[in-house]
């Protein structure tokens, strides 16, 4: 009899405490909007009554709004895709990158039901008339970066014409012969520091992009790509200083391989600064942006910036948000290299995530997919059996880190890159 009890006893117990948990877990509004596409469903997230979603895996509840005529308009309500920090209980919204539209998140029960939101609340967005004013804003940031990287070119070269500088092993540091920047400025180029040319660069191998898509390469060719493409890169990030002249850190903003030029050598150069920031840095602690952050292309955009969780206050998002995109291209270049692959196959040109996701990718599944499932572009299995599989593998996983502060500087990739060439397929 006394153990028919405890067992009744425990029974209910369990009942009771299971209670509690199907209580203690996130209820949040739900609305399945026109933007949720096949690749994703957000109902996956939690059990859906009628307009309420249980959450499965996270507190944090997530609505996503679309600004039309002035007014935000619900497109999705739901339980958010990954336990992120969502420290108030109500929804405050911020605008995307898109300009249009506004995301929440909140970590009360049917917080994400109710937002309130003004056009006339400051925000980091652009209209349409912004936009014609930065086309020209963008052409004259484009122009003061080559001009600033011309000055302190034309000053090192006249101190070192006075025989004030005389070590050779200088000339990579501070006048690199790489290309760092292209379209308006051409390219900068100084072969020796007696004579520095602005010279027009050979392109005919077009972008990137277009280069992938039409050519294979072998391992040493992917490899002057990435070298070439992170020096450049190194360069733009480099706070340089010389007597009075000051390159200021840049970050460039939107890396895509559609932004980058390969010359007739096989290297590649920068170009497209729209988006770049100019890092003005006043002292060891403080440092100011000039520019914007918040347009690019969507597929290769870091998680933070996806999210809208970038402080402008800090240099260092943007400048984690290139290596991010760095990473994302150093898979691309492999991704057609024939050494690589066993009898030289190589797939067809794929953009990032383009294999994961499809040709077109919407905010919310590049969301879902890099930030909530915390997943990357898929590393052939085949490249652990090279001997430099498992530096690949370390390199691209340290560059595309979910931690932004986790991520190699740039200077860490180049590094990197060059103990590569004694490999070999």
Same mark, same amino acid.
């Given at each position: 009899?006394?153990?028919? =009890?405890?067992?009744?006893? #425990?029974?209910?117990?369990?009942?009771?405490?299971?209670?509690?948990?199907?209580?203690?877990?996130?209820?949040?509004? !739900?609305?399945?909007?026109?933007?949720?596409?096949?690749? #994703?469903?957000f109902s996956s997230l939690g059990n859906v009554t009628g307009s309420i979603q249980v959450c499965e895996n996270t507190e944090c509840c997530v609505g996503f709004f679309e600004v039309i005529n002035n007014q935000a308009e619900v497109d999705i309500l739901a339980c958010n895709v990954a336990e992120n920090d969502c420290p108030d209980s109500t929804c405050k919204p911020v605008m995307l990158h898109t300009g249009k539209n506004l995301k929440c998140v909140c970590n009360a029960d049917l917080c994400n039901s109710n937002i309130t939101w003004s056009p006339e609340t400051p925000r980091d967005t652009y209209s349409y008339s912004a936009d014609k004013i930065m086309i020209p804003v963008g052409l004259i940031l484009t122009g003061t970066i080559c001009l600033m990287i011309v000055a302190f070119i034309l000053r090192f070269t006249a101190v070192n014409r006075k025989?004030? =500088?005389?070590?050779?092993?200088?000339?990579?540091? *501070?006048c690199p012969h790489y290309c760092t920047v292209g379209d308006l400025c051409s390219c900068l180029t100084a072969a020796n520091f007696s004579e520095i040319d602005i010279a027009d660069i050979e392109l005919s191998q077009?972008?990137?992009?277009?280069?992938?898509?039409?050519?294979?390469? @072998? &391992?040493?060719?992917?490899?002057?790509?990435?070298? $070439?493409?992170?020096?450049?890169?190194?360069?733009?990030?480099?706070?340089?200083?010389?007597?009075?002249?000051?390159?200021?850190?840049?970050?460039?903003?939107?890396?895509? $391989?559609?932004?980058?030029?390969?010359?007739?050598? /096989?290297?590649?150069?920068?170009?497209? !600064?729209?988006?770049?920031?100019?890092?003005?840095? !006043?002292?060891?602690?403080?440092?100011?942006?000039?520019?914007?952050? *918040?347009?690019?292309?969507?597929?290769?955009?870091?998680?933070?910036?996806?999210?809208?969780?970038?402080?402008?206050? @800090?240099?260092?998002?943007?400048?984690? /948000?290139?290596?991010?995109?760095?990473?994302?291209?150093? *898979?691309?270049? *492999?991704?057609?290299?024939?050494?690589? #692959?066993?009898?030289?196959?190589?797939?067809?040109?794929?953009?990032?995530?383009?294999?994961?996701?499809?040709?077109?990718?919407?905010?919310?599944?590049?969301? &879902? #997919? =890099?930030? /909530?499932?915390?997943?990357?572009?898929?590393?052939?299995?085949? &490249?652990?059996?090279?001997?430099?599989g498992s530096a690949l593998q370390d390199l691209l996983s340290d560059c595309w880190d979910c931690d932004p502060e986790a991520r190699l500087t740039v200077t860490c990739v180049s590094d990197r890159l060059s103990s590569l060439q004694s490999s070999s397929p």
């Open positions: 009899m006394v153990q028919g =009890v405890n067992h009744v006893i #425990f029974t209910v117990g369990c009942i009771v405490l299971s209670g509690q948990a199907l209580r203690q877990r996130r209820q949040c509004a !739900f609305q399945s909007g026109k933007r949720n596409n096949n690749l #994703f469903s025989g004030l =500088v005389t070590d050779t092993e200088m000339k990579p540091q *501070w077009g972008s990137l992009h277009s280069y992938l898509c039409e050519h294979t390469s @072998s &391992w040493m060719l992917s490899l002057k790509l990435c070298q $070439s493409l992170s020096e450049g890169l190194s360069y733009l990030h480099s706070d340089l200083r010389r007597d009075d002249v000051h390159k200021p850190s840049v970050a460039h903003g939107d890396l895509s $391989s559609s932004n980058i030029l390969v010359r007739a050598d /096989g290297s590649c150069v920068l170009c497209d !600064f729209d988006c770049s920031t100019i890092l003005q840095t !006043f002292s060891r602690n403080k440092t100011t942006i000039e520019g914007h952050a *918040w347009k690019g292309t969507l597929r290769y955009m870091s998680p933070e910036i996806l999210q809208g969780n970038v402080n402008l206050s @800090s240099s260092s998002c943007l400048i984690h /948000g290139d290596i991010y995109s760095l990473g994302l291209l150093l *898979w691309e270049i *492999w991704m057609r290299c024939s050494d690589l #692959f066993q009898g030289g196959l190589v797939a067809p040109h794929l953009l990032p995530y383009e294999h994961e996701l499809g040709p077109i990718v919407t905010i919310e599944s590049l969301i &879902w #997919f =890099v930030d /909530g499932m915390q997943r990357r572009p898929t590393i052939p299995k085949e &490249w652990a059996q090279l001997p430099q």
